[in-house]
């Protein structure tokens, strides 16, 4: 990897300093040239093969199949093959060694969501006559979380609508609300180039949703503590605007944009504002109420007019299941499919797909009740106390620093050595955090996982080992750091993505 990490330097040293634009011409120019494109793609190989050898683990170690078996194969052998996989992969999450990605994971908690998903098994919203239950799911699950997230405030405006679906997660509900405004405003202010306004932190949902739907994403930066720039976004503004986005938080720094002011400003053009708080939706209420400072950033604000909250994270519901919620059912109307002379019959969906897995629905509505309002508040104290220790002990380590002033999503940097060969030690010791970039850094997802005992202390037991590792070795090169550290640097963001289009390849070979 060395030569390639060689070459990558001298490419960012020279052009450091151009445009964005200027750059992807250049890179475009440099494509066609055959030399070029060669060495490309050797060094994109030699990333690939290894970034293979981590996500193919279980090759060579169980059958592969690449066609249907000419018999079919015994359950009892399918199960027992599934639950062996199953206990490699549980051990590392269940002790809490990951950023994220499961957020409740009590035994008794995972025991009820498979009950409850083996008695829906059957069921499809789409057939809505054939399971009601599954409707009856749905609309309840939306209630509930309007209500949470400021639904029965009035603000000297009368009673509030707000209105909503369930999703698959909250990459879909983004991609749905965005789709509202586009159709919206074309319809109602006859805008034929929509643009949204998002902090350069957003999700990159927006950025699926801009390419999607022929949206101009026009990105802000952020200042010095990672919260949108309400100037620069005041600026953005043109006569195409029809949506502002503000993050509460935001997935790489955890800090919440200033969505008072940006969603005032957001009301007094008439522009939609939409609040993504797919992460901190089932949180920041519960923190509010145990009195950390929580800025204003749901319903309560008349400006904001959507908003996205996952179930599947800190709703405890199992994986598949957000809600995109509106102020009216007006604009929810924009985001539905409907067509009225298909051959087929009447034909309406309220999301992107069609027949849904409506076991998930009823998994997430069994959670929610099973939580229920102490339950949240209580995982809320758990999880916000563990990040406040994590975060002093991290701030006795002279050689990283915390970026902004973070609830429970802590993202860390250093001055003084490479944040990725850090982020590479600690994986070498179990642990699974993730990678970020401008600037970079790596961030820990406080889950209930790491409240459990003396997970914490081990965190940051790891992490100074790992420092102290990375200060022995600064010139190590060895597993997914150099790839990090390649992404963050290289100024030809096209090459980048070429490699994460390579990387999804690899998922997909058998």
């Known amino acids: 990897m060395s030569g390639h990490m060689d070459w990558m330097q001298f490419i960012t040293r020279k052009l450091g300093w151009v445009s964005p634009r200027m750059l992807a011409w250049i890179e475009r120019k440099l494509k066609r040239v055959p030399a070029v494109r060669r060495r490309i793609e050797r060094e994109s190989a030699a990333m690939m093969e290894e970034m293979e050898a981590s996500v193919k683990p279980y090759r060579g170690e169980v059958a592969s199949y690449a066609r ?46 498979n009950q409850v998903y083996a008695i829906h098994s059957q069921s499809n919203p789409l057939h809505a006559d054939i399971w009601p239950s599954t409707t009856k799911y749905e609309a309840e699950i939306v209630a509930m979380t309007a209500e949470m997230l400021g639904g029965n405030e009035t603000n000297g405006e009368g009673e509030q609508e707000i209105c909503g679906v369930v999703s698959s997660g909250g990459t879909e509900s983004i991609l749905l609300a965005m789709k509202a405004y586009r159709d919206w405003s074309r319809e109602a202010k006859g805008i034929r180039k929509p643009e949204m306004i998002a902090p350069t932190t957003a999700h990159a949902a927006f950025e699926k949703a801009a390419e999607y739907f022929n949206i101009r994403l026009i990105k802000v930066p952020v200042d010095k503590e990672f919260r949108a720039d309400v100037r620069a976004t005041r600026k953005a503004i043109t006569h195409n605007t029809v949506v502002m986005v503000g993050s509460a938080p935001s997935f790489p720094h955890g800090v919440i944009d200033p969505i008072q002011e940006l969603s005032e400003i957001a009301r007094s053009k008439g522009i939609g504002f939409h609040t993504d708080a797919c992460l901190g939706g089932f949180i920041l209420p519960w923190a509010k109420q145990l009195g950390y400072p929580v800025p204003e950033f749901d319903f309560g604000l008349p400006g904001v007019t959507s908003m996205s909250a996952d179930t599947h994270k800190y709703g405890y519901a199992a994986k598949g299941t957000s809600v995109v919620l509106y102020r009216d059912e007006e604009l929810r109307h924009y985001q539905y499919f409907a067509t009225s002379d298909w051959p087929g019959g009447l034909y ?69 050595l490479d ?29 209930l996982r790491h409240t459990q005992p003396g997970v914490a202390e081990r965190f940051i037991e790891d992490l100074k080992s790992a420092v102290e590792t990375a200060k022995s070795n600064p010139s ?35």
């Open 476 to 510: 190590s090169t060895g597993g997914l750091a150099p790839v990090y550290g390649m992404a963050a640097t290289m100024p030809f963001r096209g090459m980048v993505s070429d490699m994460l289009k390579r990387y999804l390849d690899v998922l997909y070979k058998v």
């Open 419 to 447: 944040i990725f060969q850090i982020m590479e030690a600690m994986g070498k010791k179990g642990w699974a955090l993730n990678g970020l970039f401008s600037p970079p850094a790596v961030h820990l997802c406080i889950t």
């Open 348 to 416: 309406c969906s309220p999301t992107f797909a069609g027949s849904r897995p409506g076991a998930l629905s009823a998994a997430c509505w069994a959670a929610m009740l099973a939580v229920g309002k102490q339950g949240y508040l209580e995982a809320a104290r758990k999880i916000l106390e563990t990040a406040a220790w994590i975060k002093g002990q991290m701030e006795a380590i002279p050689e990283v620093f915390i970026l902004g002033d973070p609830l429970w999503v802590i993202a860390f940097g250093s001055k003084s």
């Open 68 to 113: 249907i078996p000419e018999a079919g194969c015994s359950h009892i052998a399918i199960l027992a093959e599934m639950d062996a996989l199953r206990e490699k992969e549980e051990a590392r999450w269940k002790e809490g060694f990951v950023s994220g990605a499961v957020y409740h994971g009590d035994r008794e908690h995972i025991e009820l969501m």
